[in-house]
Nanobody, 123 residues
Framework: QVQLVESGGGLVQAGGSLRLSCAASGRTFSNYAMGWFRQRPGKEREFVAAISWTGGRIFYADSVKGRFTISRENAKNTVYLQMNNLKPEDTAVYYC????????????????WGHGTQVTVSS
């Protein structure tokens, strides 16, 4: 079983940058595709980015493409989300998730979830 813990959230001004980290436990971490999702108040949780366990396949939501970068360091059991040129619309709780299958934007495909980290972008 995989346990995930997000960190790196906080308050940042519009146009600023922030890097989120997700630390995973377990010896099987390298075999999982990883995803980042976010949830704004009153909204459904939405896809942000995903990466295969090798890092060879990467997907982004249109809303963050060109601004966010997902990466992973399997030796450290950690996945990252570098967020640049942040906008107030990016304000949300960000969650990382592990998928025992292939990288996908489908929220229902993910088996394990972290508890989330708050990102607030001021205007």
């Amino acid at each position: 079983q995989v346990q995930l813990v997000e960190s790196g959230g906080g308050l940042v001004q519009a146009g600023g940058s922030l890097r989120l980290s997700c630390a995973a436990s377990g010896r099987t971490f390298s075999n999982y595709a990883m995803g980042w999702f976010r949830q704004r108040p009153g909204k459904e949780r939405e896809f942000v980015a995903a990466i295969s366990w090798t890092g060879g396949r990467i997907f982004y939501a249109d809303s963050v493409k060109g601004r966010f970068t997902i990466s992973r360091e399997n030796a450290k059991n950690t996945v990252y989300l570098q967020m640049n040129n942040l906008k107030p619309e990016d304000t949300a709780v960000y969650y990382c998730a592990a998928d025992s299958g292939v990288a996908t934007p489908s929220i229902r495909a993910y088996d394990y979830w972290g508890h989330g980290t708050q990102v607030t972008v001021s205007s």
